[in-house]
């Protein structure tokens, strides 16, 4: 059912549209000027006592979407101010949202999003998501619309997707609502705004002084959950950072979960040797949730790690301010699990015990093209088929931005006997550090959790001109995870002040670390 033109409404100043799919039969209709708004209750609430029934209509108070002067169902339409979509949906049929549309409509300036009432939908056990208001980053397929990589020579080239990825539909079966794709960096690269930004305006962050980088590539899915208190839940993927730098940024909890823990069917990626769902969420407990109820984690874990390894690889860091926040979260968490701190250096422990295959080589020389590298084959050749079908239909090279055209250069220089030998020296390095840092532990799942840094104290003004692209290091704060496959958990836990050049005030900047744990065994 293709919605040509919603029929949208003010209602007591608010903006909502009707959505056309039938969810009723109307018995009797009154005389004109007669209408009143009415509440249905559902029999299964009806068998409560008074003081449930009287709980379940303060829902109606504490609601966003429903307002008094209703009389029949809408959802209600928000103005996207961070330009954080690249544009909302509307399913065909509410009950059975399998397939959707783009919803365009505007709010002056701004493209607006469609969010339903929560009262529309009650979590059970079996739906433990419903009524959850969702973002989707643009790497994931979704029936009915587009797929645009952010790319205007990718939209003209592929139309609306025929089917939905593997986690959509679960998170749909879950009663998760998709009101909207998010927008992110070209192609999900790493662009910074602006000048990187070639062919769609970067999203705003709402934190600071509203003028710094959101970070990317999935800079819409956190930069929307970071500003509207409409939207529960932002999903994303990662693959060198992707979730974890825009999380810091923005001041969100995010997980990188193991490699392997749910399918990648239906999303589009960088690497399939690093690519996970990512996932963002404004509280910690509502993270853990999303996790426990969507990817395949193992359970029965009985004990917190007994162990906190602090590489020093990575610390201190060189902003004294920020290295004491650190040393403070570090000592909550020394607290927390009753445990001390393990100083040590991944180099150093390397260099003590070296694998035969390195053949005498220092981590550093050994791994030195082992992860940017086969990505960036990776990603070149994902990408085939859309260049020569946009040269065979247009008859010219299709163009991307900076960043994209950078790594699918390096890319396109990797040979296949160079990519079996780059993936082959991270095998070995994800069995040594198995073998000799830690490893999954059967009542603790990881036997240790090791701190890791993520993003800068400096500001990042979105006006600021950047270096031109370069390679990343194997171990460094974008890569250590994905080469190990494993889980990394960001938490937000303080708050930089900086001098703003826009505003002229004190502001602050979100600041995190997060926790490396051992890969999930099952995956």
Partial sequence: ??????????????????????????????????????????????????DQITKELKLFEEDDVYNEDFSQAAWKLYPDKLDAFIFGVIPDNVFEPHKFQTLDLQDGIWKTIAVPSRLYSKPSQERPLAGARTGLKDIFRLAGVQTTMMSRTYTELYGPESDSADYVKKLISLGAVIVGKTKMTQFASSDEPTDQWIDFHCPINPRGDEYQSPSGSSSGAAAALAGYSWLDQSIA?????????????????????????????????????????GLFS??????????????????????????????????????????????????????????????????????????????????????AKSAFWPMCRDYYQGFDDYRAKYKAKYEREAYVGPVTRYRWGVGMAVSEENYKNYTGELEVFRDWFNKNVFSTDPETLSDAIMIMPYGSARPKYRDDPNEAPSTSHTIGEKFISPVLHMPQLVLPFGQMPYQSKVSGRLEHRPIGSTLVGAKDKFN
Wanted: include cysteine; glycine fraction near 8%; charged fraction near 20%.
């Fill in 282 to 367: 404004r509280s910690l407990a509502n993270l853990y949730g999303l996790a426990d109820q969507t990817l395949d984690l193992p359970n029965g874990w009985t004990k917190f790690p007994s162990r906190i390894l602090y590489p020093l690889d990575f610390f201190p860091h060189s902003n004294a301010d920020h290295q004491a926040m650190v040393d403070e979260f570090v000592s909550i968490l020394e607290k927390f699990l009753g445990t001390k701190r393990t100083e040590f250096s991944i180099a150093g422990r390397w260099a003590q015990c070296p694998p035969d295959k390195a053949e005498g080589k220092s981590l550093k020389e050994y791994l």
């Fill in 237 to 277: 993927g990662d693959s060198a950072g992707s979730v974890r730098a825009p999380a810091t940024c923005n001041g969100l909890f995010s997980m990188r979960p193991s490699f392997g823990c749910t399918s990648m069917n239906g999303i589009v990626v960088n690497s399939p040797l690093f690519d996970v769902v």
């Fill in 1 to 50: 059912m293709k919605i040509v033109h919603p029929l949208m409404q003010v209602v007591a100043g608010h903006s909502y549209i009707i959505h056309p799919h039938i969810v009723g039969n109307i018995e009797e209709v009154l005389p004109s000027g007669q209408i009143t708004p009415a509440i249905i209750l559902t029999e299964d609430i009806l068998q409560h006592d008074t």
